[in-house]
């Protein structure tokens, strides 16, 4: 667009109320870059800089964008930061607004009355002139976006009653790009006999009084946004104020099983543990019962969290049960994450040592604090997008489960059964024993919605079988799946779990496939979880180490907030990568 043309459109802006969204636009744009998705990031004390010199030209979809470059941006940080800035924007420029609950559940939505429009326009050109940002219509992909300075884009929108508006972010290693999908949406409400009428279909009214009083309410009512961190305050009507019967109001936490294979005491008590008492025969195991490939950690604990932060800000506090030990680079003081021992859970101390995760499952609800509603996950399973707390629970409670097309083999568990097949026997045996009804499917490698009540019901009922699957030090052909398979079932039979939907992807890193299901999975980015799965030692440890470390470092670029990092070293990797919208 020629400056002219630009400057033209400024200029129709008195010169004070210009200078005073620049004013506020620039203030807002400070704040919310370090605020938002600096500190949401986990980066609370970085280095920091100009908004120009953070600016960078990335490529999405095939063509150039500006985007600012920001340590530990995430996702949600980057939508709070564009639905804080055209709030502000919008205040700064007297323009009279309300936030709604719109018709995208997972975009913010900002109302304006159509006869503002014109001035909502010139604010926002100005805004976009400080820093380059863009706009489309609401239903825009990435390369219908365009520059939101440009006074021909507002034209060629003028006949489109809700929009897209965004300022791009992306994250040092220019690995991840948040554009049109993290931005939010700005409607134009008609009015009509004294009310304002939606453009659109909304989740709670089309229209209100046009005079309806205004609230001010906290704008992570809007955006999701960790309970744990400010993001300002929004004008809305009372009609959007309350909860919605769609909303989550109970806490979610996740609850993470680990172990550091490197260190030597454990190591120790394992190989005890495998040769028996002394004078005895070893204990007689499957091969993937006790095998090293089953407990080879190349810190993908690290990267889940990193995937949890990035795509699951809703979740409240995670706990990492392990056998006493801590990983090196685990920030303990961070809030919203705590430690916890094998001893603090165990109902019975002469379980312990154990290196049989059905043992370590079966006790998870002992946890003191833990939420009646959490995920369970190991520290190969990962989020790869975005994903709302209903993709595992229904806001009335229910929990849901994900099976896999895979069958339970028929017939009764033997000890020369594969681990899972096993203990996939014994979890049928005890429902067909209390129901008479016979389950199939086995799991998929995803996070596992649980709930308290329905583990301790299990202890109960089962007891026997609980107890001895607590006992078991390492995967034995009597252990019961408590938490994998046994409460999705029993939950189910007594009304309290359901089947649910996932897409999610399973690669076994020992396969011949594994480094090109890898490559395209990150070319992709379209499955909503993934698990890294090894069953068997790899003839070249070496290489599957690089193979994995390459894509998690390339998945997962950006630090959470549990981790002590070295801000230096991250930032030093800024502009060394290609930046891409992947969905």
């Excluded at 506090?317 to 003081?333: F, M, R």
């Excluded at 079932?489 to 649910?500: D, K, N, P, W």
Aim: proline share 6%.
């Amino acid at each position: 667009m020629p400056v002219g043309a630009r400057r033209g459109i400024v200029r129709k802006v008195p010169a004070p109320l210009r200078s005073a969204v620049k004013s506020s636009f620039t203030s807002v744009d400070a704040i919310r870059s370090a605020t938002v998705v600096w500190a949401m990031g986990g980066r609370r004390n970085g280095p920091r800089h100009s908004a120009a010199s953070m600016r960078r030209v990335v490529r999405v979809k095939g063509r150039h964008v500006h985007a600012l470059m920001v340590e530990g941006a995430t996702a949600w940080a980057a939508q709070a930061r564009n639905l804080h800035i055209l709030v502000a924007t919008l205040e700064a420029g007297g323009i009279e607004y309300f936030c709604i609950r719109g018709a995208a559940k997972d975009v913010p939505t900002v109302a304006v009355p159509a006869g503002l429009r014109e001035s909502a326009e010139q604010m926002l050109q100005i805004a976009f002139a400080q820093t380059p940002g863009y706009v489309g219509t609401a239903s825009a992909s990435e390369s219908d976006m365009r520059p939101g300075e440009d006074d021909k884009s507002w034209r060629q929108l003028r006949r489109h009653d809700a929009l897209r508006v965004a300022w791009y972010v992306t994250d040092p290693t220019q690995e991840l790009v948040f554009g049109a999908d993290q931005g939010c949406d700005l409607e134009f409400w008609t009015e009509d006999e004294g009310r304002l009428v939606a453009p659109r279909p909304n989740r709670v009214v089309e229209e209100v009084p046009a005079d309806a009083p205004r609230h001010t309410v906290p704008q992570a009512l809007f955006a999701l946004v960790p309970g744990s961190y400010s993001t300002g305050t929004a004008q809305t009507v009372a009609e959007f104020t309350q909860p919605l019967a769609e909303d989550h109001l109970f806490p979610i936490d996740v609850v993470y099983t680990w172990v550091d294979d490197s260190d030597p005491r454990w190591s120790a008590e394992r190989d005890a543990a495998r040769a028996g008492r002394p004078g005895a025969p070893p204990q007689a195991l499957h091969d993937q019962a006790a095998n090293d490939a089953r407990f080879t950690s190349r810190d993908e604990l690290r990267y889940s969290l990193r995937s949890l932060h990035q795509y699951a800000p809703w979740v409240r506090t995670v706990y990492l049960v392990t056998a006493g030990q801590v990983p090196a680079w685990l920030d303990t003081d961070a809030p919203g994450i705590r430690v916890v021992d094998h001893r603090e859970i165990f109902s019975e101390a002469g379980a312990l040592p154990t290196f049989n995760s059905h043992a370590i499952e079966s006790q998870l609800h002992h946890i003191e604090g833990l939420s009646e509603h959490f995920l369970y996950l190991n520290d190969d399973v990962f989020f790869g997008r975005p994903l709302g707390a209903e993709r595992f629970f229904h806001t009335n409670g229910l929990t849901k489960f994900f099976q896999s097309k895979a069958l339970i083999p028929s017939g009764p568990a033997d000890t020369e059964d594969l681990p899972v097949n096993a203990a996939g026997k014994n979890s049928r045996a005890l429902i067909e024993r209390s129901f008479g009804t016979r389950i199939a499917q086995k799991m998929k490698h995803t996070p596992h919605p649980l709930r308290r009540s329905i583990l301790a019901d299990i202890e109960l009922v089962y007891a026997d079988e609980h107890r001895r699957t607590q006992h078991s030090r390492f995967r034995s052909p009597e252990d019961v799946p408590i938490a994998s398979s046994l409460h999705h079932y029993y939950g189910f039979h007594t009304g309290r779990t359901t089947v649910g939907n996932i897409r999610y992807q399973y690669i076994d890193l020992a396969a011949d496939q594994a480094r090109r299901r890898l490559d395209n999975l990150l070319a992709h980015r379209n499955f909503d979880t993934f698990c890294l799965n090894d069953t068997v030692e790899h003839p070249d440890p070496d290489a599957q180490e690089r193979m994995v470390r390459n894509f998690l470092d390339a998945y997962f670029p950006v630090p959470s907030r549990f981790e002590r990092v070295d801000q230096d070293e991250y930032c030093a990797v800024g502009g060394a990568g290609k930046a891409e919208i992947r969905r």
